[in-house]
């Protein structure tokens, strides 16, 4: 913590009491890391619990002229919830209130840290859910998938967080609060909802924000295909989106990832198979029906060797916990992994899981894969050791080189996990200097001294203007 | 490396540590990560500490004591992790660690409460006589909440009753007579010895009896719960099938070979032990008679997280005609935690209340609850929220 920060802990515990304020070595570096492998480094950490209390947290950070850090529940895989340079960590963990649902517009306002699944328990019983289900959805946080624009296997059909989210209530660096959007379907103005969506916390803590509600579908059937060549199942996914299906969501897992997977969920899914397809419809039952045959034809068509539709919803909980709990699953074979969510067309599916193959082959990496397909939201997990230098260097080439090859075939940086820091340099293979500087105007607009998670989203030295924005370089000692 | 454990204790292992990948899915699953919203009492908050120990960047004391002391050991998060992080091993290491490193004033006060009473069987009873009178005449009222909120209700009658053993040539099945189950519990005693025997067993007592260790190894007394596992072992080993009524100390007794398993003398011994283990839920025994209604069911967290023990509680009740019902809370620890609620009050009352609303909101009279720990702690919740629902087993509710 820099000098000018000095008094700073003693004026937040004034504010919040000496229990949400931490201080201690320990404690900070628990806060000093997310789900990714980013290391970083944290000053003080604040768990306020009212917008009120954001609010005066920042203005004593403003006054202090300290960087600010808002922390969901540090799910995320990019390290952007990891301050790097020793600043102040505004954890909305305890921000979990919700408010009595909206019926007649089907929405909600919520506390950041209420938990993305919690959402949709709470509204079952209306005959809603909220769809953005990050597959981290049992522990992520509403203002972390705000941050990071979070993406599921069911936006494939439901659209990524963007698509639902009203309105926002943010408070920003100088501790001014502002309403964005709301329950109007055009509210007046410019729409600067989508500023705040994906911004990784560079705006403003979010400490409210408006969900768009969406009926349960009436019917669902969810089915495993299972294939002996990858190339077949991504041509499945390719016939199936032809035909003019769109599955709710569509996803496949990789030898490698079936194995891990399957040891830890028992769901009896076939680890000899090259690679799977979990395939989920639903709408009314005859959409359903309909959908199923063509889902069904279209994968004889391409030589699936078992099709298994869930029976039951216990055995279709079964089989998303099999997709959802695939990263965790990892760590049965090595205690760290090093993923990107680079996109390419659906059409180069075939093409990128052979570049991705060659490239961890000969960087002698193990490369686990399960993605969404349906959008080509690739998730290569690179399994790692990092207590071994050498594997940790060949991982994050392999990475490297994965990141490029889909820049290479039309694609893009990141599907949903997000910029962070461990894309940021990455961010001049899509955009070229002009675009950049844009950016950095937009985020200077709302965050002029430039202390809003800084050393994020944008590469080192990208300028507004005549000013420099992320200046600092990554500082030293810290792993990424 | 130089590592910050204590050597020649035993610490919490580095493969163990390694097998989190921090992704955080078991944070919502862990009780005390619930109420405080800190990464600090948070499952991957307490392993990364651990982490940092080994790597020699934090010290075994203060803030990590304090992280480590919070955690119930209820396992929620164990269940809940994709990377099947042993996270019950790491805390009873952890536990080992901090006890090692505490100072001794502070170390005799948490030592009486487990070690030297639960381990003499005598003095548990001593203590349960106590209990009894103070609870007679009403002045455990004068006592601090925390201490009330952990007294089990003892009354003479339960104390005085013999348990009724059984002849006959079926398998032996020897049931552990316990610590606080004994002095406590012994209706539930015997209403498992009924269930045996109506399973076909040869039900019988251990000659002395007494605790499993388990509170002790919880605590991270170690060689308190290695000298209490021998002494089990010994009086045990030779029934067919040996039994525990409560949820905390069939989870332990299945772990008797891992912790004598650097034991020469007692290792083989430990292991052929733990295999007879069985939690007296799982015997499958035909009800004792027809019980109608809905039923409350709360699943200890040493049945659900550490033994996968679940269905066979519904399994039971359903048997007798009755209708199991879950609690909306998601199956959260209640906060007994074996002591924890003598050692951490605060945390314990907050969990405590939630369980015992959640148990009202399921408007049944009964709610089942297979854990001593757990039913002291859910009855004198219910008590002091007015709630008149009743507290039982579910072999004595189908005894
Ligand atoms: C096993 C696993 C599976 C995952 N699967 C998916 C998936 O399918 N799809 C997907 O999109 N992601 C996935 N993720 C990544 C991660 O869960 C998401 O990025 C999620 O949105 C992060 O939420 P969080 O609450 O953990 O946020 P954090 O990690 O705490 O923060 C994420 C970013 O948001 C910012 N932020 C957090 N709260 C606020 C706030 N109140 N105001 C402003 N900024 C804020 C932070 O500064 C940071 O930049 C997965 C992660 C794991 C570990
Ligand atoms: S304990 Fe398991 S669930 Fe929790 S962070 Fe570690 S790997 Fe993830
Ligand atoms: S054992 Fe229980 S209290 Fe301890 S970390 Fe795990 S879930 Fe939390």
Redesign the pocket.
């Known amino acids: 913590m820099t000098t000018a920060a000095t008094g700073l802990a003693d004026r937040l515990r004034d504010l919040l009491g000496p229990d949400r304020v931490l201080e201690g070595d320990l404690a900070r570096s628990l806060y000093s890391h ?2 990714s492998i980013v290391d970083g480094a944290c000053g003080l950490v604040v768990l306020p619990e009212t917008t009120e209390e954001v609010s005066a947290c920042m203005r004593i950070a403003h006054a202090a002229g300290v960087e600010v ?9 990019t390290g ?2 990891v301050p790097l340079g020793g600043g102040l960590v505004v954890s ?1 963990a305890r921000m979990r209130a919700m408010d009595e649902v909206d019926v007649a517009n089907s929405c909600v306002w919520v506390q ?1 840290g209420v938990l993305n699944l919690d959402v949709s328990t709470a509204v079952a019983h209306l005959g809603l859910h909220y769809a953005p289900d ?3 959805q049992q ?3 509403i ?6 624009n ?4 069911h936006c494939l059909a439901y659209g990524v967080t963007v698509q639902h989210v009203m309105g926002v209530e943010m408070v920003r660096p100088d501790g001014e609060v502002v309403m964005l959007g709301g329950v109007a379907p055009d509210p007046p103005g410019y729409d600067l909802r989508g500023v705040v969506v994906g ?3 560079t705006v ?4 409210r924000v408006l969900l768009r509600l969406t009926p349960l579908p009436p019917d669902v059937r969810t089915m495993l295909l299972d294939f002996t060549t990858v190339a077949d199942a991504s041509a499945v996914v390719q016939g199936v989106i032809a035909e003019g299906v769109i599955p709710a969501a569509l996803e496949m897992m990789d030898r490698n990832m079936t194995l891990a997977v399957e040891e830890f969920v028992h769901a009896g899914l076939p680890t000899d198979a090259a690679a799977l397809l979990l395939v989920e419809v639903d709408g009314t039952e005859a959409e359903v029906t309909t959908a199923t045959a063509v889902v069904e034809r279209v994968a004889r068509e391409h030589g699936v060797r078992t099709v298994r539709v869930a029976r039951d919803e216990d055995e279709r909980a079964l089989l998303w916990k099999a997709r959802k709990t695939a ?2 699953a990892v760590a049965r074979v090595k205690p760290s992994y090093y993923l990107h969510d680079c996109v390419v067309p659906r059409t180069k599916l075939v093409e990128i899981m052979e570049a991705i193959g060659e490239i961890t082959e000969r960087e002698g990496v193990m490369c686990l894969n399960v993605f969404h397909a349906g959008d080509g939201n690739l998730h290569p997990i690179i399994a790692l050791d990092r207590s071994d230098p050498d594997e940790t260097a060949r991982a994050m080439r392999a990475g490297d080189q994965i990141v490029r090859a889909c820049v290479a075939m039309g694609g893009t940086l990141s599907g ?3 910029i ?1 820091v461990e894309k940021r340099e990455y961010m001049p293979l899509v955009f070229d200097h002009d675009d950049l500087e844009a950016q950095a105007c937009v985020r200077r607009a709302f965050d002029p001294s430039g202390r809003m ?1 800084p050393d ?1 989203v944008l590469p080192t030295g990208t300028r507004c203007g005549e000013v420099g924005l992320a200046d600092a370089q990554v500082p030293e000692g810290t792993w990424i | 490396m130089s590592t910050g454990w204590t050597p020649g204790v035993p610490a919490p292992e580095r493969d163990d540590l390694n097998t989190c990948v921090q ?3 078991c944070l919502p699953h862990c009780p005390t990560f619930r109420v405080t919203g800190l990464e600090t009492s948070s499952p991957r908050g307490r392993i990364a500490a651990m982490r940092a120990v080994q790597a020699g960047d934090a010290p075994v004391q203060g803030d990590f004591t304090r992280f480590t002391d919070e955690c119930l050991a209820c396992r929620a998060c164990e269940a809940a992790c994709p990377s099947s992080v042993p996270y019950g091993r790491l805390i009873e290491a952890a536990r080992v660690q901090v006890e090692a490193n505490r100072p001794a004033a502070e170390r005799a006060g948490r030592r009486l409460a487990i070690g030297g009473v639960m381990g003499h069987r005598r003095l548990t009873r001593l203590m349960g006589w106590g209990l009894a009178i103070t609870q007679a005449l009403r002045i455990d009222r004068l006592l601090p909440r925390r201490l009330r909120f952990a007294a089990p209700r003892v009354t003479f009658r339960g104390m005085r009753r013999p348990l009724a053993q059984s002849s006959g040539d079926g398998p032996t099945a020897m049931l552990l007579t316990g610590c606080v189950m004994d002095i406590a519990f012994r209706p539930v005693h015997q209403a498992t010895l009924d269930a045996l025997v109506r399973a076909g067993y040869r039900a019988v007592l251990p000659e002395g009896g007494g605790c499993c260790g388990a509170l002790a190894a919880h605590a991270g007394e170690r060689e308190s719960a290695r000298a209490l596992a021998r002494a089990r072992i010994a009086e045990m080993e030779q029934a067919d099938v040996i039994v525990a009524d409560s949820a905390g100390c069939s989870a332990h007794m299945r772990t008797y070979g891992h912790l004598l398993a650097d034991d020469p003398g007692w290792a083989a011994r430990a292991a052929a032990v733990a295999a007879k283990v069985r939690d007296a839920v799982e015997i499958d025994a035909p009800p004792g008679r027809p019980v109608e209604g809905r039923i409350a069911v709360h699943d200890a967290c040493h049945h659900l997280h550490a033994q996968g023990i679940g269905p066979e509680v519904r399994r039971t009740l359903r048997a007798a005609g009755a209708t199991p019902v879950d609690l909306g809370d998601g199956g959260r620890c209640c906060g007994a935690g074996g002591i924890y609620n003598v050692l951490e009050p605060e945390m314990a009352a907050t969990l405590g209340e939630q369980k015992a609303r959640a148990i009202i909101a399921t408007g049944a009279p009964v709610v089942a609850v297979a854990n001593p720990g757990c039913a002291i702690q859910i009855a004198n919740h219910l008590t002091a929220l007015g709630s008149d629902v009743r507290v039982q087993h579910p072999l004595e509710i189908v005894d």
């Open positions: 997310d789900g850090t808002p922390r969901g529940s540090g799910t995320g895989l952007g919830a909305l950041p990050p597959s981290s522990a992520c946080s203002g972390g998938n705000v941050g990071t979070a993406g599921g296997p911004a990784e916390g403003g803590v979010v400490t990263f965790g949903e996990h997000g962070g998670n994020k | 992704c955080g899915l």
